[in-house]
């Protein structure tokens, strides 16, 4: 295969990424997960060393190249390194791009820098108990006044909850007339309120804060709106083709690791007096793993390269994400599976790898909902067959 085209500095990143993860991150893993919560001197510190945002320009602190491909280095080596419940990049570019998208310059003088050194961790708010992937479900609101907005509602399942200091909030103001008549709120740490429910307790990714929010009556003064009242919805829908890339480069790396770990233990482990990996069975296995994994690598540096260039659609990224996230379950359930009783066992990594893969066919649209997206664009009349496209 032709190799995955990473610059040279690209390459040199990743290098330093990996050493700072070794020496900044994977050694409190551990303690965090025990606690529910990765420490904010982790964002603090991949700030001070240009870890956490690359992609802003230098006048905010960052180094101005918008490659997604330091992304996918930092989203792969963090994945990699089992260190996927610290979510850098949900606050560095999943988060972030929205204030560069459809904030002010005076918002993101305000914000970004703070952000770029990990002292402004920042967070988005969608999901409510009755609205998941279907926003119109959606049931906090509010109501403009002469000089702020007053917020009402709650939101539940917020990655970064319980550390962010800057929440986007997604609310209808003008339910009557209008369910995707939406605004996006920023909400500051201290206002009056806001308030944090409890630090949920999940099946993996346990030292990710996942947290209910609650706003009473919060004043959200008129300059932390994001871009124009009303366009809410339009600006979340711009975002969810890089919100799934980025879910996907780390689903397949997740799987890439669960692979690795499963080939070191079949070569290693003996069965019926010779390694697991002699047997007919354990072969076919992985090598249909090996093969569904450098498939679904080719397609997602595809996806990248698309949306560098401007041009990832909805569907692809659907495509990507609906491919990726099942096959991270996939690939670690093949390692607990040829890990035997060992598998089952905290001590060994692939159990983690196995709790923390289930939620990615959930979260950021389930497959249920890629597949109606996919669909809609494969069997519309806008159908074009194979072999009429222009390659």
């Given at each position: ?183 996006i709120f920023m909400v500051e740490r201290g206002m ?127 495509k990507a994400k609906l491919v990726t996230s099942e ?65």
């Amino acid at each position: 295969m032709l190799p995955r085209a990473f610059t040279e500095e690209q390459q040199m990143f990743r290098d330093a990424y990996r050493k700072f993860l070794a020496a900044e991150i994977v050694p409190h893993m551990e303690s965090w997960r025990d606690q529910g919560r990765v420490d904010r001197s982790a964002f603090e510190a991949a700030g001070a060393q240009g870890f956490l945002m690359v992609w802003p320009d230098e006048a905010y602190g960052g180094m101005g190249d918008d490659d997604f491909r330091f992304e996918q280095v930092i989203i792969e080596e963090t994945a990699y390194a089992r260190c996927g419940d610290w979510y850098n990049t949900l606050h560095s570019r999943l988060v972030g791009p929205y204030l560069t998208r459809f904030g002010n310059e005076e918002q993101r003088q305000r914000f970004l820098p703070k952000a770029v050194r990990g002292e402004c961790i920042m967070a988005i708010a969608m999901t409510e108990p009755d609205a998941g992937s279907d926003l119109a479900g959606m049931r906090t609101t509010a109501v403009e006044h002469d000089d702020h907005w007053v917020l009402n509602g709650s939101k539940t399942y917020i990655s970064n909850g319980i550390n962010a200091d800057l929440v986007f909030v997604a609310a209808k103001t003008d339910p009557e007339n209008n369910p995707h008549h939406m605004t996006i709120f920023m909400v500051e740490r201290g206002m009056g309120g806001f308030e944090r429910g409890r630090n949920l307790k999940k099946m993996g990714l346990k030292a990710q804060d996942t947290a209910e929010l609650f706003f009473n009556d919060v004043k959200i003064p008129k300059a932390n709106v994001l871009g124009e009242a009303g366009r809410g919805f339009i600006y979340l829908m711009e975002g969810l083709a890089e919100e799934r890339l980025i879910g996907a480069v780390g689903y397949l790396a997740a799987a890439q690791l669960s692979w690795d770990l499963t080939y070191d233990y079949v070569r290693q482990r003996k069965v019926f007096g010779k390694a697991l990996a002699a047997h007919q069975n354990t072969q076919f296995k992985m090598a249909e793993m090996r093969t569904e994994l450098d498939l679904a690598q080719s397609y997602v540096d595809q996806c990248v390269a698309a949306f560098n260039a401007g041009q990832l659609s909805a569907v692809d990224a659907a495509k990507a994400k609906l491919v990726t996230s099942e096959l991270q379950v996939s690939a670690a359930d093949l390692g607990v599976q040829m890990h035997g009783g060992a598998g089952y066992m905290d001590e060994y990594p692939i159990s983690r790898q196995f709790t923390d893969a289930r939620i990615s066919p959930i979260y950021a649209g389930t497959s249920e909902v890629m597949k109606i997206i996919i669909s809609r664009d494969c069997l519309s009349d806008d159908y074009v067959p194979f072999n009429t496209r222009n390659f």
